[in-house]
């Protein structure tokens, strides 16, 4: 079984920054990419950014980009989620998940195999 483990969540006035880590850890699979969803409260878990794991290449929803940046730790088998700029509405619990399978919509829920348990983030307006 592998174990994802998200950390740095908490409150932040607009504007503000934070950065989620998601380390992973247990059995050794063949990591195609990693991403980041998040849910806010009365809404559907939705697709914030992924990074395929070998070659780096990112992706992010139209409402994160320019302020939200995905990337890799690959000798602490970590994935980041750099947060700027954050808007209210940006206020939800950030899943971090793995994928170990390649040549799919990485913007999918069904596309993972692996989740973490969450972390609160909380934008003040």
């Known amino acids: 079984q592998v174990q994802l483990v998200e950390t740095g969540g908490g409150l932040v006035q607009a504007g503000g920054s934070l950065r989620l880590s998601c380390a992973a850890s247990?059995?050794?699979?063949?990591?195609?990419?990693m991403g980041w969803f998040r849910q806010a409260p009365g809404k559907e878990r939705e697709f914030v950014a992924a990074?395929?794991?070998?070659?780096?290449?990112?992706d992010y929803t139209d409402s994160v980009k320019g302020r939200f940046t995905i990337s890799k730790d690959i000798a602490k088998n970590t994935v980041y989620l750099q947060m700027n700029s954050l808007k209210p509405e940006d206020t939800a619990i950030y899943y971090c998940?793995?994928?170990?399978?390649?040549?799919?919509?990485?913007?999918?829920?069904?596309?993972?195999?692996?989740w973490g348990q969450g972390t609160q983030v909380t934008v003040s307006s």
């Open positions: 998940a793995a994928s170990g399978r390649s040549s799919i919509d990485l913007r999918k829920l069904l596309a993972y195999d692996y």
């Open positions: 247990g059995r050794t699979f063949s990591r195609y990419a």
């Open positions: 990074i395929r794991w070998s070659v780096g290449v990112t």
